[in-house]
T-cell receptor, first 107, second 113 residues
Framework: AQRVTQPEKLLSVFKGAPVELKCNYSYSGSPELFWYVQYSRQRLQLLLRHISRESIKGFTADLNKGETSFHLKKPFAQEEDSAMYYCALRRGYQLIWGAGTKLIIKP | EAQVTQNPRYLITVTGKKLTVTCSQNMNHEYMSWYRQDPGLGLRQIYYSMNVEVTDKGDVPEGYKVSRKEKRNFPLILESPSPNQTSLYFC????????????FGQGTRLTVV
C-alpha cells in the first residue's frame, strides 16, 4: 500500500543549526514527491517538488529511491522556518500525505 | 488572483444540525478534494472529485457528502454532524495532469458540540 511516513511529530532546533525533516514513502511505481509548508495562521502551500530539483528558501530535498526517502534539509535554520511541514506522494490524481512535522526554531 | 475560497472560516454547531461548508476555486481546475486535519493524524482525505459530476470517496468519507455540479464549486455537506467531526477542514484544487501544484483553501475550523 502507498504510504508516507514522517517519523517526527515535532522537531526543535536552534537558529543557525542544520535542519533535516524526514520523509519515507512506500510506492510501487515511480514516485512523485512534494513538500508542503503551513506557516502560522496561513494556508498550506507548496514548498518544493522533487521533479524540479529546486531550492526554495534554502531548503532542498533529494529523492533517494534506495532508501525510499525524501528528506527535507536546510543547512542553517532561521526563525521564520518555524512551521508545520508535510510530505506528500502523488498517486494518480490524489496526494497521499504524511502526518506532518512541526518545526520549531529556537532563537 | 488564483485562489481557493472556503466558507465559513469558523463554525460552531450542535449535534445533528445539517451544515454545508462551501469551497470555490477560480483556476478552472478539474480536481478538487476535501481533507480533515487532526493533531497527530495529519491530513486525511474525505472525498475527491476529478471533474463535474464525478466524485469518489477518500479515506474517511463516513458522515460526509459532496457534490460537484459546477467545476468551480465543491461543497462539503454534513447531514447530521457529530462531535467526532470536530476538526479543521481543507479544500484543495489541482489542475489535471501529473506534477501540478495543489492549492489550499484557508481552512474551516468546525466544532460540533
Amino acid at each position: 500500500a502507498q504510504r508516507v511516513t514522517q517519523p517526527e511529530k515535532l522537531l526543535s532546533v536552534f537558529k543557525g543549526a542544520p535542519v533535516e525533516l524526514k520523509c519515507n514513502y512506500s510506492y510501487s511505481g515511480s514516485p512523485e514527491l512534494f513538500w508542503y509548508v503551513q506557516y502560522s495562521r496561513q494556508r498550506l502551500q507548496l514548498l518544493l517538488r522533487h521533479i524540479s530539483r529546486e531550492s526554495i528558501k534554502g531548503f532542498t530535498a533529494d529523492l533517494n529511491k534506495g532508501e525510499t526517502s525524501f528528506h527535507l534539509k536546510k543547512p542553517f535554520a532561521q526563525e521564520e522556518d518555524s512551521a508545520m511541514y508535510y510530505c506528500a506522494l502523488r498517486r494518480g490524481y490524489q496526494l497521499i500525505w504524511g502526518a506532518g512535522t512541526k518545526l520549531i526554531i529556537k532563537p | 488572483e488564483a485562489q481557493v475560497t472556503q466558507n465559513p472560516r469558523y463554525l460552531i454547531t450542535v449535534t445533528g444540525k445539517k451544515l454545508t461548508v462551501t469551497c470555490s476555486q477560480n483556476m478552472n481546475h478539474e480536481y478538487m478534494s476535501w481533507y480533515r486535519q487532526d493533531p497527530g493524524l495529519g491530513l486525511r482525505q474525505i472525498y475527491y472529485s476529478m471533474n463535474v459530476e464525478v466524485t469518489d470517496k477518500g479515506d474517511v468519507p463516513e458522515g460526509y457528502k459532496v457534490s460537484r455540479k459546477e467545476k468551480r464549486n465543491f461543497p462539503l455537506i454534513l447531514e447530521s454532524p457529530s462531535p467526532n467531526q470536530t476538526s479543521l477542514y481543507f479544500c484543495i484544487s489541482r489542475a489535471a495532469g501529473g506534477d501540478t501544484e495543489a492549492f489550499f483553501g484557508q481552512g474551516t475550523r468546525l466544532t460540533v458540540v
